[in-house]
């Protein structure tokens, strides 16, 4: 729910709650077009239960023009085991009033300087809303499709069990790589992929939650198991660069592209390498 009023310049928080499938991921694509408003930055959290996820973001934002505004334009990106896809987030109305006291015209007083922040809950359940119809549009369509195309006989039906961890893992690189997002200035969506792969590969790797982590619960996990090959160093470095690119619009070269691009080659090949069997001694 928003908040009756702000003042002009001041902090506003929009709360983005999103109800989903364990097996899904919620992210606020980076905002472009604001109007008149000013992204300050946002803040994610995610509680895991057992049939049912729920992702909550919390979006900063600065008015920067007086009167009733929409919030801006902003969308969440859905990634899952069939890909990734975007979902608009609904705008809602904010009444944006001046610093200055009411009867400031016929006192004549001066400006007041802007307050320290201060936040102001903005709540939004209309995404949530949204989600569940699609989730049930989804659900009814896949059973139809499913009825109707049903055998008239029980047939067996052959499942190709999934390829090698380490295999997954390559591919997606190498794809990343082909797409050669750096060289045209795309670094935040490449850096976002490359620490998910990296991520998704050492949870799965090592048997915990590795994508929902912050930067020092997933170096403080690793550090508390046994990763033979695993080069922590440049890896703890890495995710902090990732961290600074990805959040506070720092813009690396494309020489550090590739060498975070090498890292996480170096990371499965190096890890992969110690879990082989040591050969067998010479007689």
């Not at 905002?31 to 895991?48: A, I, K, M, N």
């Not at 939004?124 to 059973?143: D, E, M």
């Not at 499942?159 to 380490?166: D, G, I, N, Q, W």
């Amino acid at each position: 729910m928003l908040a009756d009023k702000v003042k002009l310049g001041e902090p506003a928080t929009l709360e983005i709650v999103i109800a989903h499938e364990p097996g899904q991921r919620y992210e606020l694509k980076t905002p472009s077009d604001l109007g008149d408003f000013d992204y300050l930055g946002q803040e994610r959290s995610r509680v895991d239960g057992a049939a049912q996820s729920t992702t909550t973001i919390l979006v900063k934002l600065a008015a920067f023009q007086l009167g009733t505004l929409d919030t801006p334009a902003l969308e969440v990106e859905i990634t899952s085991a069939g890909g990734t896809g975007t979902l608009p987030v609904p705008r809602v109305k904010l009444e944006v009033v001046s610093t200055l006291p009411a009867d400031a015209q016929t006192k004549g007083e001066n400006l007041y300087d802007v307050k320290a922040p201060e936040e102001v809950a903005i709540r939004s359940w209309r995404l949530l809303y949204i989600l569940a119809g699609v989730l049930a549009a989804l659900a009814l369509g896949y059973a139809l499709v499913r009825y109707l195309k049903r055998p008239k006989g029980a047939t067996p039906v052959y499942v190709a069990p999934p390829e090698p961890l380490r295999v997954r893992v390559t591919k997606a690189l190498d794809g990343l790589a082909k797409e050669n997002l750096p060289a045209k200035g795309e670094f935040k969506p490449y850096y976002f992929r490359l620490s998910e792969i990296v991520r998704g590969y050492l949870g799965e790797l090592y048997g915990f939650e590795a994508l929902e982590s912050t930067t020092p619960e997933l170096l403080n996990a690793l550090r508390a198991r046994t990763t033979p090959g695993l080069p922590m160093a440049d890896l703890a470095v890495f995710a902090e660069a990732s961290d600074f690119i990805r959040y506070a619009r720092q813009e690396p070269s494309v020489d550090d592209c590739k060498t975070h691009l090498e890292l996480a080659y170096r990371i499965v090949h190096a890890t992969q390498a110690a879990l082989l069997p040591p050969p067998p001694a010479k007689p």
